[in-house]
């Protein structure tokens, strides 16, 4: 009986050192989270005079959004990244962690679209939630930055999802931009997912991975169809995890990156745990509302021509957005200049899984342009 004594009183210390750890560790990131964008400093510690390092919680077409915008010099061209998803904007301290960010060249904006991300807000209709207006909020912020950075024209780089509201954007005013840049070209998305099933199938097979082909089979193959079991988007979802079980974005988040997350101070402690405390089905309706039209996405069709130069960055095991399909619709386009990067064993996050060839394309190629 002592002995039982004794353990439970060692448990109870031991859970006890336990919440006071937790407690401290998130005193210390709630100090180092004023929500104010970590600024750009020169050796001495002194801001950089024509740097710029903020975000701001904006109306875009009578909706909110928010933007990051950050570079050292505000002189350098602007870039104005749009997300993928859909629904699912990368926190600016990713790319500054991950060694893939554009700051030091451009003054970049990073642009949360309407109900995603920390643009979310629950007084936004799901009505509203529509790849035209995410296309007509996107023209919009584009008008804003050339006239408050006093620019002709800007850059636009999109990320899976975020490839085709770009090239929307710049099929509806080419005279915005410079140059248009895709990572993750999402063609003909109809096409892909059934490229993409088969791919996870042919793996699941492969490695005899039973629980992956029951689901495969239970979904069955694309186009996707309402049943008992499951919706569209579920069915998309469970395809998604399967592949990224065999084609897994490479993201080395050690202690340090995570680490260097949660200190970062351009979020608030409550903006650092949303993803925690919050679904997907609750606080990101852009991914669900907007999944459907993602997979019947077809630039093929729509967009044949480009009035601006025109950069693809693709991995060659890309499942997401099938790089053969990419490849078909970039051999097809009409543009004043097409370039094509294929990145060697990159997945559908080639800029994360390397930085230095994502960099260099820029500084040698887009730039000197």
């Known amino acids: 009986m002592k002995i039982v004594k004794k353990i439970g009183k060692w448990i109870l210390i031991l859970l006890g050192a336990i919440v006071m750890l937790i407690l401290v560790v998130l005193l210390i990131i709630r100090i180092n989270s004023y929500g104010e964008e970590e600024p750009f400093l020169d050796e001495k510690g002194d801001v950089l005079p024509n740097s710029i390092a903020m975000h701001e ?7 909110p959004q928010r933007i990051t915008i950050r570079g050292k010099d505000k002189n350098n061209p602007v870039l104005l990244i749009v997300h993928g998803g859909p629904g699912a904007p990368i926190l600016p301290v990713i790319y500054k962690l991950a060694g893939v960010d554009l700051e030091d060249l451009f003054t970049v904006c990073y642009w949360d679209q309407r109900g995603s991300g920390l643009a979310y807000n629950d007084s936004i209709p799901d009505s509203s939630i529509t790849l035209n207006h995410i296309v007509d909020d ?16 800007i850059y636009i780089e999109g990320l899976s999802w975020g490839t085709a509201v770009a090239a929307y954007m710049v099929q509806k005013q080419p005279e915005l931009y410079y140059a248009y840049i895709g990572s ?5 998305q109809s096409l892909s997912e059934e490229l993409s099933y088969d791919f996870a199938m042919s793996e699941a097979e492969k490695y005899n991975d039973t629980l992956s ?15 008992s079991k499951n919706s569209v988007t579920e069915a998309f979802e469970i395809e998604r995890q399967i ?20 200190l970062d101070n351009g979020l608030t402690f409550s903006e650092k745990f949303t993803d925690m405390l919050n679904s997907p089905e609750s606080y990101y309706p852009a991914a669900m509302i907007l999944q459907p039209t993602a997979i019947d996405m077809n630039l093929m069709r729509d967009i044949p021509e480009f009035k601006v130069p025109v950069y693809i960055l693709q991995g060659d095991n890309d499942h997401f957005t099938e790089t053969s399909v990419a490849k078909t619709y970039f051999d097809s386009i009409v543009a004043p200049s097409k370039k094509w990067f ?14 230095e060839k994502y960099r260099s394309i820029y500084i040698n190629e887009i730039l000197k342009k």
Do not use: C, W
């Not at 919680?57 to 909706?63: E, H, L, S, W």
């Not at 996107?138 to 024209?153: A, I, M, N, R, Y």
């Not at 082909?213 to 049943?227: A, F």
């Open 243 to 262: 592949v990224m079980k065999y084609a897994p974005i490479k993201l080395e988040t050690d202690f340090n990156f995570i680490k260097s997350m949660f």
């Open 138 to 153: 996107g023209l919009q912020l584009s008008e804003h930055l050339t006239k408050t950075f006093k620019k002709d024209k």
């Open 57 to 63: 919680d904006m109306t875009i077409n009578g909706v």
């Open 342 to 355: 294929l990145f060697e064993n990159g997945t559908h996050g080639v800029q994360i899984e390397y930085p």
């Open 184 to 188: 993750g070209l999402m063609a003909n």
């Open 213 to 227: 082909i029951t689901q495969l089979k239970q979904i069955g193959r694309p186009p996707y169809v309402e049943n």
